[in-house]
């Protein structure tokens, strides 16, 4: 949901006051689950990070619409050379407490976003970063440890909190209770059942037109979002199954907004030597490949929308796409054959964990998965996990031997490839080829030669199969036809810049 911010000197003046006169409601959203916490560096879960971005805002943001970078709480930034950016910030900015959103807090937040212990889940996009220091009141510059090109959307990913509220709570009471700069205050928290924002009146941007309060809802089950829409609880409904998605989009009153998903979806195939099971031997894990009809899937339980991976995880794109890769064709006999080679001739017993009501349709998609598994003689024990304990097992590194994901970072390769990385907290294999490949491309500046280091790197986690390819889908949001500017982006983020609801 988008803002257009046209011109620094409009955004400064803008107030409540021009909000309008359409009678200011409450908005409800309905998202898969509640969140853990509200501050957007603790997490990298979609749904976390849409609810918490409405209090605390960034620096700098990728619009939905067209997918340019932004300024937010900063105006601009200058690469001063390779190494080193100077970030000038938006003046007159507070957070709601009262704390100037200044140099300090940059520093302060900075230093929180660079310490892996504090932001691991931020650890690949902040590895760059090396110092900062305060230049004056409005300006920061920023060292890097090497040229890092998607440093726009690493810049994107800082998040500015105020320091003498984060230095008195803590950072887990932060997440919690959060104050920020941004369009809405915290107003109430009822865990598993709704989380109250209430409107910010001295936001410094446009205020988002008729919503004096927003009001989040878990809502696990595909079905009930869509029908929560349909009776009207519900103004906005995100992560709808496609099903109900086509069922939106044929009523009135109704909207239906299908992005195109950065969203990977994979079976992980853990090779870890602590994750002692057949998976260890490379041949398996291409057998596996080869026992699964993705485009069944896809036209079966997708209805058609999404795209098959074609043996690797960078979408066509994508810089790095290795056009030159074949996919794991859908081979059961190719699959029992690899299998015997390997010593599993009559196949093996695996446990397969996977999400309900994290994505959509994340169970039908697993059962048929294992249904697909259980023909070429591997026979899954199925483990179902609700969105909380799916997350806290993917950043335990727990989702082992077998488990569906869908990864969705930013829309870089460095931020794609760098999650099967040995040192990324949700990598479930170790090849120091691989890591040496992910280490050049990430400061590799010249754009082919970075280009062909994917390419490589893609050839090789093709040979290694360390996940089932599964596919690229589309995301669907509803929307009551009342709320207007409701856009959502790729990674499954959506905002609420110049958003209305009439």
């Known amino acids: 949901m988008i803002r257009s911010l046209r011109s620094v000197a409009l955004a400064a003046i803008v107030s409540a006051a021009a909000i309008g006169s359409a009678p200011a409601e409450t908005l409800v959203v309905a998202q898969n ?26 620096l700098f943001w990728v619009d939905p619409d067209g997918e340019e970078f932004k300024p937010l709480l900063a105006e601009s930034y200058e690469l001063e050379d390779n190494t080193t950016v100077l970030v000038r910030l938006r003046p007159g900015v507070r957070f709601t407490n009262g704390e100037p959103m200044d140099a300090d807090a940059v520093v302060h937040s900075f230093n929180v976003f660079i310490d892996p212990a504090k932001t691991p889940a931020y650890a690949r996009v902040s590895d760059p970063f090396q110092s900062v220091e305060k230049v004056d009141d409005l300006t920061v510059r920023m060292r890097l440890k090497y040229p890092f090109p998607p440093i726009r959307l690493a810049l994107s990913q800082l998040y500015i909190v105020p320091p003498g509220y984060w230095n008195e709570v803590g950072l887990e009471a932060y997440g919690q209770r959060p104050i920020g700069t941004g369009p809405f205050m915290f107003d109430s928290w009822a865990r598993d059942d709704r989380l109250e924002m209430v409107v910010n009146p001295d936001y410094w941007g446009t205020l988002p037109e008729g919503i004096d309060r927003i009001v989040w809802r878990p809502v696990p089950d595909d079905i009930s979002r869509a029908a929560g829409l349909t009776t009207g609880e519900y103004h906005i409904a995100a992560n709808l199954a496609v099903a109900s998605a086509l069922d939106v989009e044929r009523q009135d009153g109704l909207k239906l907004v299908a992005v195109p998903s950065y969203r990977i979806y994979q079976v992980i195939l853990s090779s870890l030597p602590e994750h002692a099971s057949p998976l260890l031997d490379k041949r398996v894990r291409q057998a596996l490949n080869h026992a699964v009809d993705k485009q069944a899937i896809i036209d079966n339980l997708l209805f058609g929308y999404g795209v098959p991976l074609r043996g690797q995880v960078l979408r066509e794109p994508q810089l790095g796409f290795n056009p030159d890769l074949e996919d794991y064709a859908y081979d059961p006999d190719r699959a029992r054959a690899l299998l015997a080679e390997a010593g599993h ?20 998609v697993s059962e048929a998965v294992a249904g697909m598994l259980a023909e070429v003689g591997v026979r899954t024990n199925m483990v179902v996990l609700e969105p909380g304990e799916f997350l806290r097992q993917l950043r335990a590194k727990e989702l082992q031997p077998m488990a569906f994901v869908g990864l969705a970072p930013q829309d870089d390769p460095d931020l794609q490839v760098s999650q099967y990385h040995s040192s990324w907290r949700y990598a479930y294999l170790n090849n120091p080829e691989l890591d040496a490949l992910i280490d050049a491309g990430k400061q590799e ?20 199969a360390p996940i089932i390819f599964l596919y690229g889908g589309v995301d669907f949001f509803g929307t009551s036809a009342r709320v207007e500017n409701s856009h959502a ?9 110049d958003v209305a609801l009439r």
């Open 33 to 58: 689950f509640d969140p853990q916490t509200l501050w957007p560096n603790g997490t990298t879960a979609s749904d976390n990070l849409n609810a918490g971005s409405a209090i605390v805002e960034a």
């Open 489 to 497: 982006r790729g990674d499954g983020r959506f905002f609420f810049y």
């Open 445 to 464: 500046m010249d754009v082919e030669k970075r280009a062909q280091i994917y390419r490589d790197a893609m050839t090789l986690m093709y040979d290694e």
């Open 345 to 364: 001739p009559d196949g093996f017993e695996i446990t397969f964990k996977f999400p309900s009501g994290r994505y959509a349709q994340d169970r039908e």
